[in-house]
């Protein structure tokens, strides 16, 4: 299983990024996929996550901000950003619990997000 995230950079503060995650290895379509954040000196975030169904959730530090979609043709989740501020700043991950393999955990690598301000 591989999750490839890419997309991160430098942005200034009120700025938008993207983050894609390309999923393989796994029945992408038949699973929930989030996306975390761990920020300097900071737990790890759930940020986002969208169902198989297209349903999503957001902690109130990002609603209204972020929107995570998915294209299941291209087995890719995203995480749009925009307002984005300094505490936004951190090492974003896609993550996919496959409940079609025993609940198995994966984690993609990492890209990081830094905003200036």
């Known amino acids: 299983v591989q999750l490839q995230a890419s997309g991160g950079g430098l942005v200034q503060a009120g700025g938008s990024l993207r983050l894609s995650c390309a999923a393989s290895?796994?029945?992408?379509?038949?699973?929930?996929m989030n996306w975390y954040r761990r920020g300097p000196g900071k737990q790890r975030e759930l940020v986002a996550t969208i169902t198989r169904f297209g349903s999503t959730n957001y902690p109130d530090s990002v609603k209204g901000r972020f929107t995570i979609s998915r294209d299941n043709a291209k087995n890719t989740v995203y995480l749009q950003m925009s307002s984005l501020n300094p505490d936004d700043t951190a090492a974003y991950y896609c993550?996919?619990?496959?409940?079609?393999?025993?609940?198995?955990?994966?984690w993609g690598q990492g890209t990081q997000v830094t905003v200036s301000s």
């Open positions: 290895g796994i029945i992408f379509s038949m699973n929930t």
């Open positions: 993550n996919v619990v496959d409940e079609t393999n025993y609940g198995r955990t994966y």
